[in-house]
């Protein structure tokens, strides 16, 4: 079963940074690419970043040079870190996987970016 668990949410003042850390099942981790999705109100939910699981990375034009997608396979975790927030960042934080034609996520973190 494939599960995945964001963590590191939370309220920082623009300008401010937080780091994001999904940790997956070690059945799946190091085989595929995972990615950081996100959904604020009233939005329909976007790619933030992926990386491949060799570590190649792409990202949303609206955060390239902001935030920055990594992964260490020994601790099956995949993380974003995320500076320079602004509010127009504010949202919940989605891990996800896509195995064959099944996506997977997680629960979801919430970051608050207040101006």
């Known amino acids: 079963q494939v599960q995945l668990v964001e963590s590191g949410g939370g309220l920082v003042q623009a300008g401010g940074s937080l780091r994001l850390s999904c940790a997956a099942s070690k059945s799946i981790f190091s085989m595929y690419a995972m990615g950081w999705y996100r959904q604020a109100p009233g939005k329909q939910r976007e790619l933030v970043a992926t990386i491949t699981r060799v570590g190649v990375t792409n990202y949303a034009d609206s955060v390239k040079g902001r935030f920055t997608i990594s992964r260490d396979n020994a601790k099956n975790t995949v993380y974003l870190q995320m500076n320079s927030l602004k509010p127009e960042d504010t949202a919940v934080y989605y891990c996800?996987?896509?195995?064959?034609?099944?996506?997977?996520w997680g629960q979801g973190t919430q970051v608050t970016v207040s101006s």
């Open positions: 996800n996987v896509n195995i064959g034609s099944l996506g997977y």
